[in-house]
């Protein structure tokens, strides 16, 4: 078996994640992208693309430990759950782009 069905959930301001979404999909492969406005509506979101049959769902790096352990509560182990993070050197950049 291989991934043919990803999800991938973002956080930006005013997306809501019944009506922003994207999707990608070739012969063999399939992205779902879902935005939310707030991490909080990550699992919602999740609820979403399990629905939608995915093997795996990523997060964009907005969602932190509390959501991203909320969403992998919501999943419940049924699909693996990634997390898109950032390193040490990065953070002078993200502090400039989104503040305190």
């Not at 991934?3 to 956080?11: A, E, H, N, P």
């Not at 979403?48 to 909320?70: D, K, T, Y």
Request: proline share 5%; net charge negative.
């Amino acid at each position: 078996m291989s991934l043919s069905k990803f999800g991938f959930i973002v956080t930006g301001a005013g997306l809501e994640h019944a009506q922003h979404r994207a999707v990608l999909r070739s012969n063999r492969f399939e992205m779902i992208v879902i935005g939310v406005s707030d991490p909080a509506h990550g699992p919602a979101a999740a609820r979403l693309l399990l629905q939608e049959g995915v093997q795996l769902i990523e997060l964009c790096g907005g969602f932190g430990p509390r959501w991203s352990a909320e969403v992998l509560e919501t999943v419940a182990k049924r699909v693996p759950v990634g997390v898109v993070s950032y390193g040490a050197s990065e953070i002078p950049a993200l502090h400039a782009l989104f503040g305190d």
